[in-house]
C-alpha cells in the first residue's frame, strides 16, 4: 500500500496545492464532460443551455425509475452507462486505467438498479470493491486513487475517506503525460481543480460533517470554494455583495472580485460534471451568474435550486432569488421603455394607420369604379 494513504491527513493543504497537475475522474468514454480550456490556460464555460444539457444527462443516468408518458421505464441516458458497465465486466484482468473507467461509470450509476429485470445493483459499493485492493498496487495508478475518491464522497458520510484518498493520490500517484479526451491544456487545467478545487472541496465536506453542532439547514450558504485556502492565511470565502455590503445582482465588490480566478464559472461547471448532485454547488454557479451580471442564467439555476433540488428552505437562497427575480423584472421593463422611447408610435398605432389608409384607398377604388359604370350606362343620343 502507498506509503501516505494511512500517514498523510496531517499534510498541509497548501503542500499538496503546489504539485504537478493531475485530473480528477477518468472519462474516456464521456468527453462532452471536460470544458473547454485556452491555449493560455483558462477554462472558457460551456453556454448555459449546452452545460445544462450535459447535467442533465448525468442526472438521468443516477435515475434508475426514469419513465415515459405512458409511465413504462425509459432512460436511454442511464442504457448507455449499463450496458457500458456491463461490458466491461464481462473482460477479464483489466488495468488498472480501464479498471477505473468502469468504475467511473459504476459511480454514474448510483447505488441503485430499479429497472424492470435489473439486477437492484449497488453500483457504488461495487465499484469500491473493485478498485480497493488496487491501492495495494506497487504502482499506484493515479486514476484509480481518485476515482475511489469519488466513490467515497458520492456516499455522502465518508468525507475522511474521499480526502485522504485523494490525498494519497496527489503524493503517491503519476497519470500519463496524456490522457484521452483531453487536451494538453485541459489535462494541466483539471489537475489545477484537482490539486486546489477538489481537495478544498474534500476538505470543506469533512468539515463540515464534522461540526457538532451541525447547522440547520435553512442556515446554509453556497459552499467556500473560492478563493482556495492559502498556508498560515485565515480563509476569507468570497462574499456576492457591493460595496456597500449588501446583495445586488449584477454587481460585486471589487475586494470580492479579487478572491475569484477569471474562469470560475467554468470551475465550477466541471466540479458540477464530477459532482452533479451537490446542490449547494449548483447554488454558487448561480451565485457567480448573478454576480457576472447574467441574471436569466441565474434565475433559471436558483429556481431549480429551490424547487426540483428541495433548497426551498434556505433562507439565504431564496433572498437571493427574489432579488434576481426582481432585477429581471426590472430589467425588462426598463426595456420596453426604452424601446417606446426608440419608436414613440406603437406596433398597434402603426396598424391602425395603415389599416385606414387602405381602407379609404379601397373606398376611392371603389367610387372610381361606381362613377365608370354610371358613365357607360348613361342615355345615348
Known amino acids: 500500500m502507498p506509503r501516505t494513504l494511512s500517514i ?18 477518468s472519462q474516456p468514454d464521456e468527453p462532452a464532460l471536460a470544458i473547454p480550456v485556452r491555449p493560455d490556460g483558462v477554462g472558457e464555460p460551456l453556454p448555459f443551455d449546452q452545460f445544462k444539457l450535459q447535467l442533465v444527462r ?14 413504462k421505464y425509459h432512460n436511454p441516458d442511464r442504457e448507455q452507462v449499463l450496458a457500458r458497465v456491463e461490458g466491461k465486466r464481462r473482460a477479464k484482468n483489466l488495468p488498472p486505467a480501464e479498471l477505473a473507467a468502469l468504475a467511473a461509470d459504476m459511480l ?3 447505488n441503485s438498479d430499479r429497472r424492470p429485470g435489473g439486477t437492484g445493483g449497488f453500483f457504488v459499493d461495487q465499484a469500491i470493491n473493485l478498485l480497493k485492493p488496487r491501492t495495494r498496487d506497487r504502482v499506484p495508478n493515479y486514476f484509480v486513487f481518485t476515482t475511489l475518491a469519488q466513490l467515497h464522497a458520492a456516499r455522502g458520510n465518508e468525507w475522511a475517506e474521499a480526502l485522504t484518498t485523494h490525498q494519497a493520490a496527489l503524493l ?3 497519470m500519463p503525460a496524456e490522457v484521452k479526451g483531453l487536451t494538453k491544456a485541459q489535462r494541466d487545467w483539471q489537475g489545477k481543480l484537482d490539486s486546489d478545487y477538489v481537495l478544498h472541496y474534500y476538505a470543506l ?61 467554468a470551475v465550477v461547471q466541471q466540479m458540477l460534471f464530477w459532482f452533479p448532485t451537490d446542490a449547494r454547488l449548483y447554488w454558487l454557479l448561480g451565485e457567480l451568474y448573478a454576480a457576472d451580471g447574467k441574471l436569466d442564467e441565474a434565475k433559471k439555476v436558483l429556481d431549480e435550486c429551490a424547487d426540483s433540488r428541495k433548497y426551498g428552505n434556505r433562507r439565504l437562497l431564496m433572498e437571493h432569488r427574489a432579488a434576481v427575480h426582481a432585477a429581471v423584472e426590472a430589467r425588462q421593463r426598463a426595456d420596453e421603455e426604452a424601446q417606446k422611447q426608440a419608436y414613440p408610435i406603437s406596433l398597434r398605432t402603426v396598424v391602425i394607420y395603415f389599416g385606414a389608409v387602405v381602407a379609404l384607398a379601397i373606398v376611392a377604388a371603389v367610387r372610381v369604379l361606381a362613377r365608370r359604370a354610371r358613365g357607360h350606362c348613361g342615355p345615348s343620343g
Open 58 to 71: 448525468l442526472m438521468n443516468q443516477l435515475n434508475p425509475e426514469l419513465t415515459d408518458a405512458a409511465g
Open 172 to 174: 503517491d500517484a503519476e
Open 8 to 25: 498523510v491527513t496531517g499534510v498541509s493543504l497548501a503542500l499538496l496545492a503546489a504539485l504537478p497537475g493531475r485530473a480528477s475522474l
Open 108 to 110: 454514474r450509476l448510483g
Open 205 to 265: 465536506h469533512k468539515r463540515e460533517a464534522e461540526a457538532r453542532p451541525r447547522p440547520a439547514p435553512e442556515n446554509e450558504e453556497p459552499p467556500p470554494l473560492f478563493p482556495v485556502p492559502e498556508r498560515d492565511r485565515p480563509h476569507q470565502p468570497v462574499r456576492f455583495v457591493n460595496d456597500a455590503g449588501q446583495y445586488e445582482p449584477g454587481v460585486l465588490a471589487a475586494a470580492e472580485r479579487a478572491k475569484l480566478p477569471p474562469d470560475a464559472v
